[in-house]
Structure formats: C-alpha cells, structure tokens
C-alpha cells in the first residue's frame, strides 16, 4: 500500500525492498492528557529489522546529494551493520549525511545502549537533526 501510494505521487520507490516473512514496521503516536506524545511500536521482527548489506541497491545510493538516516536500525543486526554500509557509499559518493537521532528508549535494551549507538555516528553526520 505505502509503496503505491509513493509511486501515485511520483516518488521513485524503485530502491524499496520487500521482505514476504516480515510485514513494516507500525507505531502508533497518541498524546497523553498532559501534551506530550507516546508511542505504541509494532515490529519484532518488522522488514526494516532484517535488511541486509546484500540487499543495498548500491548505485541508486551513489546517485543520491543527500542520504538521511535515523538511529533506529543501529539497534540490531542486521540493519545496524546495512545501515553502516550505505551510510560509507554514501560518505564516499559525496552525499551529504544528514542524520536524525530519533531517541526511541522502548525499542533499545538500554539508556546507555541507545546513548553508544545513537553517539557512535554522530561524528559522520554533516546535519543533524535535534
């Protein structure tokens, strides 16, 4: 359904990969009495979470000027170590890295967890969004 829609609204989605064991990831967003936002996720495993470095399409990421990425798929392999990769043909092709950290603390096994990986490529990132 989401790729239709992009591809209705002529977003190139030529570069999505479709996993037939695992469905895409929901969360739903609601606010609570006092304004402040929660979140309900949905994965466990979701597609995101099992895609792999082979699976990359590495010229469409070489044709990219800006490659933007969160932190949420630096929480498990095998999407920790994809995301890595891209986010390196990226660098190399002259993209620009724009980052969005996206602290999610119910999805990581820990506060210090989430505070190594989302840090741990804070450094490479040209914007980051805070």
Known sequence: MLADILKQNNVDNSGMRFDHNARTALVFVTLRADGEREFLFFRNP????????????????????????????????????????????????????????NLRLPLWPSAEAARNGIMSIWDQADIIKI
């Open 46 to 101: 979701s597609a995101d979470m099992l895609f792999h470095e082979s699976e990359l399409d590495i010229n469409l990421i070489k044709q990219a000027r800006i490659f933007h990425f969160g932190s949420i798929s630096l929480i498990e392999e095998p999407c920790r170590s994809t995301h890595l990769a891209a986010m390196a043909i990226a660098s190399k092709s002259g993209c620009i890295l724009s980052y969005d950290p």
